[in-house]
């Protein structure tokens, strides 16, 4: 079973960027679907943004233009280079993978059923 592992949270001040990393204790070629999710207090986890095997990538809505994801196939590791943050990114940031993605599940739903999940980074965005 794999194991994840972020860092890279901090406070910063709105506008301001910070990568996000999640360490694979396996390769990630053995992961058919990956993504960030964050939670905020009171709030319920939300999908961020995902990539899968094929490259296929998705974001949520909120963080489309600012957020990219990438891996580092190299490193077992994958990223969220975050730009121009707002106060309302402020969240725990947890990565997620999983190693059976039916085909008839979005990448949210295989993650959220299935993923297994790294303990989060906080990320605090100040105005």
């Known amino acids: 079973v794999v194991e994840l592992v972020e860092s890279g949270g901090a406070s910063v001040q709105a506008g301001g960027s910070l990568r996000l990393s999640c360490a694979a204790s396996?390769?990630?070629?053995?992961?058919?679907?990956m993504g960030w999710f964050r939670q905020s207090p009171g709030m319920d986890r939300e999908g961020v943004a995902f990539?899968?095997?094929?490259?296929?990538?998705t974001y949520a809505d909120p963080v489309k233009d600012r957020f990219t994801i990438s891996q580092d196939v190299a490193k077992n590791t994958l990223h969220l280079q975050m730009n121009s943050l707002k106060p309302e990114d402020t969240a725990i940031y947890s990565c997620?993978?999983?190693?059976?993605?039916?085909?008839?599940?979005?990448?949210?739903?295989?993650?959220?059923?299935?993923?297994?999940w790294g303990q989060g980074t906080q990320v605090t965005v100040s105005p």
């Open positions: 997620a993978a999983a190693y059976t993605c039916p085909a008839w599940w979005t990448a949210i739903e295989t993650l959220n059923q299935l993923g297994i």
């Open positions: 990539i899968d095997t094929k490259g296929n990538i």
């Open positions: 396996r390769p990630l070629a053995l992961l058919c679907s």
